[in-house]
């Protein structure tokens, strides 16, 4: 994520100079010898040294001590952003860290990525045709709320802002789980008996379904511990929807089940990407 925003910014003109920090030094060295960035920093505090723009890739769990070691150099009128999948936590920390410095940090989640991640994978156009939310609080900057907005923009993407609060609850639903439902189905099949012959003669449907379970175990682990009651609160909606299948199932009620299946069947086939709109609220736009 952080790559791709580096190669982003530079496609765009937007940067002179990009400065990168890993703790893993052949990160940085590889992202220098393809041209993410243009300068290795010795530590995270080097990295943000004269910087106008810091973004701050790295698992949400990782985030408050990142935060700590950067601290001293987020000066007024630098814009440093996060591209974590939960957003409340992060707030948290920020709050926790930066203090008096808080107004700088503006919270942010590109919905891209890929299933594959590191450095290997940056794509400047990552971001383009994209939606990044963006959960500013109220100590956060103003200019530096539309600094932001700016930036995305310019790199392709689509700008919507909503709470904290309200990204955790919607990004449970659509996105955390829908990822445990994708890890619990694959290893449901695949830990029985023939699960691994079943394997071989699954189809497009099932390779669709389950795509998003080859994600990184570690960032999944963090984001669904971090956003836990909104993810489970998603669950148990998920759970009745299920039991209610199960149960016309065994009963042989074909009627009734054809009856819940088609709403989602229709809803499905009306819905569309696109058109977003900030849950509880009118339009996503900032």
């Not at 106008?52 to 987020?74: F, G, M, Q, W």
Request: aromatic share 6%; charged share 20%; net charge positive.
């Amino acid at each position: 994520m952080g790559g791709s925003f580096a190669l982003a910014l530079k496609r765009a003109g937007l940067v002179k100079r990009v400065i990168g920090y890993s703790k893993s030094p052949s990160t940085t060295e590889r992202a220098k010898k393809h041209g993410v960035i243009d300068v290795v920093a010795e530590s995270a505090l080097l990295a943000v040294s004269g910087s106008d723009i810091v973004l701050i890739a790295v698992p949400v769990a990782a985030t408050e001590t990142t935060l700590k070691a950067i601290r001293h150099l987020v000066e007024p009128g630098v814009l440093v952003m996060d591209v974590g999948s939960t957003k409340r936590d992060v707030v948290d920390a920020a709050r926790r860290v930066l203090r008096e410095r808080i107004g700088s940090f503006v919270p942010a989640h590109p919905i891209a990525g890929k299933e594959s991640s590191g450095i290997a994978n940056a794509d400047a156009a990552l971001y383009s045709g994209c939606q990044v939310i963006i959960t500013p609080i109220a100590q956060t900057a103003p200019e530096l709320v539309q600094k932001a907005t700016d930036v995305w923009s310019a790199i392709g993407a689509q700008v919507l802002k909503m709470t904290p609060e309200n990204h955790d609850a919607a990004f449970a639903a659509v996105s955390h789980l829908p990822h445990l439902l994708a890890f619990a189905y694959f290893s449901a099949v695949v830990n029985q008996p023939a699960g691994r012959d079943y394997l071989s003669l699954a189809g497009p449907g099932f390779r669709d379904f389950t795509r998003i379970a080859a994600s990184s175990p570690e960032t999944w682990r963090d984001i669904l511990v971090a956003n836990r009651e909104e993810v489970l609160k998603q669950s148990k909606r998920f759970r009745q929807a299920l039991d209610a299948l199960e149960h016309v199932i065994h009963e042989g009620n074909g009627d009734a089940l054809e009856g819940l299946i088609r709403g989602p069947a229709e809803s499905r086939a009306q819905w569309q990407m696109g058109a977003p709109r900030v849950p509880g609220g009118g339009p996503g736009k900032p």
